[in-house]
């Protein structure tokens, strides 16, 4: 489970990006996130990972508060969330296997032979979720070789492969077509809801948002100015 408790971030040009929000997300909750361009959705997502450091607030994964830790105790405790990417942040000459044990291994190998000496229980780990995926009979091709859909699912896997108890996702399908999209955003709720995931969607696209999510939170100039169902959200718009 995840709380944000009086969240706040005012970037040092004065910019009041997120005020004072506070919202649980418990397991297994797909929450999508949405709100007009400069709202705070990406400042959201960012302080909850530090890679923007908060003004004020807390972030509660399980009983830590990520707000507090330090230096090395962040780049620990960070292992703990997934993260997946507009453009999927893949290391494009590497294949789609080595992308996925990225994820678990906590940094990019540097040379194609590290297959051989990495443990072969990670390795069953990565092939299982590649399959997962639907990606298994592309786990030797390098990731450039792969259509934008198929990119995003490396990235799912890859984000699994750190066995997270929480995934942020940047504006997943922003890169995609509406069909491929709905196909991602049918694979993010099925996981979450196979693992118990919680989930933070930062997505612009509304009527996916209220297709595939349970809850929707709207933000305004860093407020939270709507939290509920997507069909409350049809009723108040
Ligand atoms: P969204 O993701 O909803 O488009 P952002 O979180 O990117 O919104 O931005 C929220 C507000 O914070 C905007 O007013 C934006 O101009 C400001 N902002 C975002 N990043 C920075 C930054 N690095 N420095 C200063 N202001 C920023
Ligand atoms: P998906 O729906 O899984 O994203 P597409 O229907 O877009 O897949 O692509 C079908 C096939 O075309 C895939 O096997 C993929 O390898 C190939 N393909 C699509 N786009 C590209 C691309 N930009 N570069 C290389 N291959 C591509």
New binding site residues.
């Given amino acids: 489970m995840l709380i944000l408790e009086g969240l706040s971030k005012t970037?040092k040009?004065g910019?009041a990006?997120l005020r004072d929000v506070s919202l649980t997300v418990p397991k297994g909750q797909i929450m999508g996130l949405i709100?007009p361009?400069?709202?705070?959705?990406?400042?959201l997502i960012r302080c909850i990972n530090r890679l923007v450091e908060p003004t004020g607030g807390k972030v509660l994964l399980g009983d830590m508060d990520l707000v507090r830790l330090g230096k090395a105790d962040l780049r620990r405790q960070r292992r703990r969330i997934g993260m997946i990417f507009q453009e999927y942040a893949l290391v494009e000459r590497l294949t789609v296997m080595e992308n996925v044990l990225s994820g678990r291994l906590g940094y990019v190998p540097f040379w194609r032979s590290f297959l051989r000496k990495y443990p072969p229980a990670d390795i069953q780990r990565a092939y299982q979720l590649l399959d997962r995926v639907g990606l298994i009979e592309h786990a030797d091709k390098r990731a450039d070789a792969l259509s934008g859909g198929q990119r995003q699912r490396v990235g799912i896997a890859r984000a699994l492969a750190q066995d997270p108890e929480l995934l942020l996702v940047d504006e997943p399908t922003a890169s995609l077509d509406p069909k491929t999209s709905r196909q991602i955003m049918r694979l993010l709720t099925e996981i979450c809801a196979e693992r118990d995931l919680p989930a933070i969607v930062n997505i612009h696209d509304v009527p996916l948002a209220q297709q595939f999510m349970q809850r929707i939170v709207g933000?305004r100039a860093g407020r939270v100015v709507f939290d509920g169902t997507p069909d409350q959200l049809t009723h108040d718009a």
């Fill in positions: 970037y040009t910019d990006a709100g361009s400069g709202a705070g959705k990406s400042t933000l």
